[in-house]
Structures are given as structure tokens and as C-alpha cells.
């Protein structure tokens, strides 16, 4: 069963625009990854917020974490072409730390 | 360039027929995810290994499928008979788990590149 529920299910932007994912979830969380997919490949770690983490930056990537609402987003800035792909939320539980995925986000991004 | 290996990466079967997936995880990895995708139910996890040993395995259909890890570098997924439903995409990933004063904390999965199964 999924854990995360990512939103919107697809995303359509330009180059240059920025791209915000929202991941939802349910049960008491360690740590929320996001992963990125693109066609026909396996997914890549893009980054990682533990529990006590509000918010987190890597390169054009920055997450939040809202645990109150359990809650995160992905903000992609100044996309690219290359930024087309799925973004996966996963989350990491505190007892035996396996990682659960939503759905996913389809971003396409258009030159 | 540590990565997880998976082989095959692509296997077309017959029905009935038994698969092996195999799956090399990183190496100093202590936890092995399988995972399968599909477009209707996304990525589901079908067994988790820490150490070797099994944690969970409650995703997997137990009257076909079997995961076992005989050491520590291989990671095996078998279905045995396969069945036309059981087409997807098999992910293995590894990572790593510590235990420290803060409780058990996870790093990031590594995952492979697929093996890409249908069952005909």
C-alpha cells in the first residue's frame, strides 16, 4: 500500500519556470526521500529530509517538511528539458526503516 | 562506481514458467529492497532484507514468489509458476541502515536499473 500521495499526478511547464510537488502521507515518519525516474530507467536519489528537518537545498532542488501536516514539496527552479521525468516521495518509517512510495509526478518540461 | 546490478535485464516467459531475478547490491549495503512497478499500482514493495535477513516480505503473493539473499552479495526474486499478471518491472535497491543514540536512521536507496518481465 502507498504511503505518500504525490500532487499533481502530471505537470506541464516551460523551461525556465519552476516546478513545485506536493507529497502527502500518512504514519509518523524518519525521514522522506525524493526520487526522480526517468523513462524506462531506475529511480535516483535526489534528496533526503529527516523528521526533525524543516527544509533542505541541493543545487536547484529544495524541499520542505511540514511533520504537523505530514506534508513535504519538492521545488525544482529554473527547469530544464533535462528535468522531464516521475518524482517519487518516499518515506522512511522509524521502526524498520523500509522505504514507501507514492505514485509519482509526471514533470514534462518543454524548450 | 558503486551501483546495484540486476540480471536479466529484460526476460520474456512463458506461463507456468519458473524466474529468477538476481540482484548484486552495493557492497557495505546492509539493507536490500525488492520493489515492482507497474503502471496501475506504481512501485510496491514486495520485501526488504536488513543484514541478510528478512523483514518484511508481507507485499509479496507467498504462494509464488520467494526472495532470499544468500550472502550478502546476491539478492535472489523468484516466481515460481509465473503467471501473465506478474508482468512489470522488478527494482532491486540497497542501502544503508544505522543504528545510533538517535534510534534506527536510513540513508538513501541505490537502485538497480530493472529486469523488465513478461509473462506471456
Known amino acids: ?111 | 562506481d558503486a551501483r546495484v546490478t540486476q540480471t536479466p535485464r529484460h526476460k520474456v516467459t512463458e506461463m507456468g514458467q519458473e524466474v529468477t531475478m538476481r540482484c548484486q547490491p552495493i557492497l557495505g549495503h546492509n539493507t536490500v529492497f525488492w520493489y515492482r512497478q507497474t503502471m496501475m499500482q506504481g512501485l510496491e514493495l514486495l520485501a526488504y532484507f536488513r543484514n541478510r535477513a528478512p523483514l518484511d516480505d508481507s507485499g509479496m503473493p507467498k504462494d509464488r514468489f520467494s526472495a532470499e539473499m544468500p550472502d550478502a552479495t546476491l539478492a535472489t526474486l523468484k516466481i515460481q509458476p509465473s503467471e501473465p499478471r506478474d508482468s512489470a518491472v522488478y527494482f532491486c535497491a540497497s542501502g544503508l541502515v544505522v543504528s545510533g543514540g538517535t534510534g534506527i536512521r536510513n540513508t538513501e536507496a541505490f537502485f538497480g536499473q530493472g529486469t523488465r518481465l513478461t509473462v506471456v
Not at chain 1, 525521514?31 to 534528496?47: D, E, K, M
Open chain 1, 1 to 111: 500500500s502507498q504511503q505518500g500521495e504525490e500532487d499533481p499526478q502530471a505537470l506541464s511547464i516551460q523551461e525556465g519556470e519552476n516546478a513545485t510537488m506536493n507529497c502527502s502521507y500518512k504514519t509518523s515518519i524518519n525521514n522522506l526521500q525524493w526520487y526522480r525516474q526517468n523513462s524506462g530507467r531506475g529511480l535516483v536519489h535526489l534528496i533526503l529530509i529527516r523528521s526533525n528537518e524543516r527544509e533542505k537545498h541541493s543545487g536547484r532542488l529544495r524541499v520542505t517538511l511540514d511533520t504537523s501536516k505530514k506534508s513535504s514539496s519538492l521545488l525544482i527552479t529554473a527547469s530544464r528539458a533535462a528535468d522531464t521525468a516521475s518524482y517519487f516521495c518516499a518515506t522512511g518509517d522509524s521502526g524498520y526503516s523500509t522505504l514507501t512510495f507514492g505514485k509519482g509526478t509526471m514533470l514534462l518540461v518543454s524548450p
